[in-house]
C-alpha cells in the first residue's frame, strides 16, 4: 500500500542554520510528491511538489527531489529564518486512489534567533 | 480568489450528539476531500466527493457521512459522537479528482471538541 515516514521532531535550529528533514515513501504506482505546511491555528498550505523521478520542487528557500531510487522526497533549506517555525508534513498521492492524500506524521521545527 | 472556507471554525459538543461541518472549495473546484487531524493519529483521510459523488473512503465507521451539492459545497456529519471525535476537521478541494498530479488546498479546518 501507499505510505509516508518522515523524520520525528522536534526540531530545533538556530537562525540561518542548514534544515533537512527526511521523508521517505511506499507506493503501489507512479505517485506525487508534497510538502505542506502548517502554521498554528491554520490549515496546510502547499509548500512545494514533484511529480515525477528526478523532479525537484522548489519554493520560498526550500528544495526537495523526488528520488525514485532511494524512494525518498527529503527537504531542505540552506539558512532558516525564524518565521519558518511550523509543522511540516511529506505527502505523496497516487493516481490509483485519486484525492486521497497520504500524510507523515509531520515534523516541528521551531526556528531560535 | 477566494480560499477554501470552513463553518464553523470552533465546535463544542457532548457524547453523543450529532454535528455537521461545512465546506466551501475554491470556485471552480469539483473535488472536496475531508481529513481528520489529532495529535495520535496525524491526518487521515474521511472521504472525497467529486461531482456530488463519493469517490473514495478511508477507514472510518459510518457514524462518519458526507455529502456534496450540485454547487460543489460539502458537508460532513458525525453522529453519536464519541470523546475520540475530538480533532480538527480539515476540508481541501483539487479542481478535479483521479490524477496524482492535483494540488489539493485546504481550509483553516473546524476543530471539534467532544465533551
Known amino acids: 500500500g501507499n505510505s509516508v515516514t518522515q523524520m520525528e521532531g522536534p526540531v530545533t535550529l538556530s537562525e540561518e542554520a542548514f534544515l533537512t528533514i527526511n521523508c521517505t515513501y511506499t507506493a503501489t504506482g507512479y505517485p506525487s510528491l508534497f510538502w505542506y505546511v502548517q502554521y498554528p491555528g491554520e490549515g496546510l498550505q502547499l509548500l512545494l511538489k514533484?511529480?515525477?523521478?528526478?523532479d525537484k520542487g522548489s519554493n520560498k528557500g526550500f528544495e526537495a527531489t523526488y528520488r525514485k531510487e532511494t524512494t525518498s522526497f527529503h527537504l531542505e533549506k540552506g539558512s532558516v529564518q525564524v518565521s519558518d517555525s511550523a509543522v511540516y508534513f511529506c505527502a505523496l498521492s497516487d493516481r490509483n486512489t485519486g484525492n486521497q492524500f497520504y500524510f507523515g506524521t509531520g515534523t516541528s521545527l521551531t526556528v531560535i534567533p | 480568489k477566494a480560499g477554501v472556507t470552513q463553518t464553523p471554525r470552533y465546535l463544542i459538543k457532548t457524547r453523543g450528539q450529532q454535528v455537521t461541518l461545512s465546506c466551501s472549495p475554491i470556485?471552480?473546484?469539483?473535488?472536496v476531500s475531508w481529513y481528520q487531524q489529532t495529535p495520535g493519529q496525524g491526518l487521515q483521510f474521511l472521504f472525497e466527493?467529486?461531482?456530488?459523488?463519493?469517490?473514495n473512503k478511508g477507514n472510518f465507521p459510518g457514524r462518519f457521512s458526507g455529502r456534496q451539492f450540485s454547487n460543489s459545497r460539502s458537508e460532513m456529519n458525525v453522529s453519536t459522537l464519541e470523546l475520540g471525535d475530538s480533532a480538527l476537521y480539515l476540508c481541501a478541494s483539487s479542481l478535479r479528482s483521479g490524477s496524482s498530479y492535483n494540488e489539493q488546498f485546504f481550509g483553516p479546518g473546524t476543530r471539534l471538541t467532544v465533551l
Open positions: 514533484a511529480t515525477k523521478a528526478d
Open positions: 470556485s471552480g473546484h469539483r473535488s
Open positions: 466527493y467529486f461531482s456530488e459523488t463519493q469517490r
